[in-house]
């Protein structure tokens, strides 16, 4: 690949993370402000609910799948129409089997976990809501393939806004777990709608075996990596939401959800686009060790000090806002997941290059790694201290993130610690005062002051000791007025 080829792929890497973050960031926005309102209306048994039907439905969810969209999407050559047939034709099949199997086993779930009528509709209408975004996966793969990310993140803006309206609504008239259930029809009918109006494509079934066979090379192995994770997270949900209480599973949702805020406002947007950027890049070694620290400094960048700040903040929170201290019990939780979550943004980008490379075998023994970790931890640490030990797991799991960056020098030859240094010493400098200020008076206009303090503080180190690494990335007109 020369170097023009570079510059035109850099430049669709860095403004699809931009598209993707900037709107992801109204996307979070809407949904963590919608969180927030929905853990006042409702009990954390009722969130503890909606997290264990959820991973059942994404337990079940899997074999719909044999790993051919991703291989679409880590081909080189652009796909042929009847790749695109073939893949939706076998998922659809698939998809099918998988919506009967549910319903025909939804009632023995329900019961299996005590769930009323209410768990009951939750449960179907979740099954509804996958069959239809199961239909999405062409579109999607296109837009993907094109790094059109911008495109992409609009149908998810508009079936986030159409599941928390309803919920919301219906939370606020006292529907409880019932509001999840219709908020999931909704967003299934919102997101399959637009998607077809961005990104058209015309539905047709048929299999072509050679076109399948050449892409279960790759989608199979990467299959077995998503029923490893599969297994590692939302199987142990199912298994906690029998051995726990469900507001136990709702402290632990809680926790989680919100230490990784920073997750999934930065991270996310990066491994959406480095999967199928770095496998654009993946003939030339060279390149591919310059995109990967790119992306590593920019995620050190944003993640670093916005757990930072996360930390900091959520306890003084919780005291301040009414009816919310009943999520006291879980802050111990959120500190270990914060803590984990830092881990795990830095080694998600490393197994994205692994698996770009073609190197799933790899990503496969690791997963398998961390599954068997997953499954011994979590059981011996909740016996041992309660909920508090998944958390406490996770941050030992994660205590094993050196293992991608160890596999991946046999290919590429980088220094993990280059581009996360500068931003780890800037968001050192920024804590001071927040931390400072906070622990003198923490009232709400401390808080708001000591937040501004610090974000101006960390622009101008970052300014001061990482201005030849960002200037590329700014827009003309802004370096202009800084130089």
């Not at 044999?66 to 790749?83: C, S």
């Not at 094993?400 to 160890?406: A, E, G, K, Q, V």
Request: net charge positive; charged share 15%; hydrophobic share 55%.
């Amino acid at each position: 690949m020369d170097e023009g080829e570079f510059t035109y792929i850099k430049g669709k890497i860095v403004g699809g993370v931009f598209a993707l973050t900037s709107r992801t960031f109204l996307l979070q926005s809407v949904s963590f402000l919608a969180n927030f309102i929905l853990t006042i209306l409702l009990t954390p048994s009722v969130f503890g609910v909606y997290f264990v039907v959820s991973a059942v439905i994404s337990f079940l969810s899997y074999f719909s799948d044999v790993g051919l969209a991703a291989a679409l999407i880590q081909e080189r050559e652009k796909p042929t129409e009847d790749e695109l047939v073939s893949t939706f034709t076998i998922q659809q099949l698939l998809i099918g089997i998988t919506v009967i199997l549910s319903y025909a086993l939804s009632g023995t779930i329900a019961q299996f976990y005590k769930l009323d009528s209410s768990g009951l509709f939750l449960l179907r209408a979740l099954v509804v809501s996958f069959f239809l975004s199961s239909l999405k996966t062409i579109p999607s793969i296109l837009l993907e393939r094109n790094l059109e990310f911008g495109k992409l993140i609009i149908p998810q803006i508009l079936e986030t806004v159409a599941f928390y309206l309803v919920v919301i609504l219906l939370a606020f008239y006292g529907k409880g777990i019932s509001s999840f259930a219709w908020g999931a029809i909704a967003r299934g009918i919102v997101g399959l709608v637009s998607i077809y109006y961005i990104s058209p494509w015309k539905i047709r079934f048929g299999i072509n075996v050679k076109s399948v066979k050449k892409l279960m090379s790759f989608g199979i192995p990467f299959q077995a990596n998503s029923l490893l994770a599969l297994i590692k997270d939302d199987l142990m949900t199912i298994f906690l939401g029998k051995i726990l209480p469900f507001h136990q599973i709702g402290y632990i949702g809680w926790a989680k959800k919100w230490a990784e805020v920073p997750l999934r406002l930065i991270m996310d947007s990066v491994m959406k686009v480095s999967f199928p950027a770095y496998s654009r890049l993946a003939a030339d070694y060279k390149l591919m060790r310059r995109a990967l620290e790119k992306s590593l400094f920019f995620l050190a960048l944003f993640i670093f000090p916005s757990v930072m700040v996360m930390i900091m903040i959520i306890a003084p929170v919780i005291q301040f806002i009414p009816k919310y201290s009943k999520w006291d019990p879980a802050l111990t939780s959120f500190y270990l997941f914060a803590v984990a979550s830092v881990f795990a943004a830095f080694s998600s980008p490393i197994v994205n290059a692994l698996n770009a490379l073609g190197k799933i075998k790899i990503t496969l023994a690791l997963m398998v790694v961390w599954t068997c970790l997953t499954w011994l931890l979590i059981p011996f640490l909740v016996s041992v201290i309660g909920f508090n030990g998944v958390a406490l797991a996770a941050v030992f799991i994660s205590g094993t993130s050196f293992l991608p960056y160890i596999l991946i020098r046999r290919f590429i030859s980088f220094n993990i610690f280059n581009p996360v240094k500068k931003p780890l010493l800037a968001t050192i400098i920024m804590s001071v005062p927040l931390i400072l200020l906070i622990n003198i008076s923490a009232n709400f206009m401390v808080i708001i002051n000591s937040l501004i303090i610090s974000l101006v503080v960390y622009v101008l180190t970052i300014w001061l000791i990482m201005r030849k690494e960002i200037s590329p990335y700014l827009p003309k007109a802004i370096n202009q007025r800084l130089t």
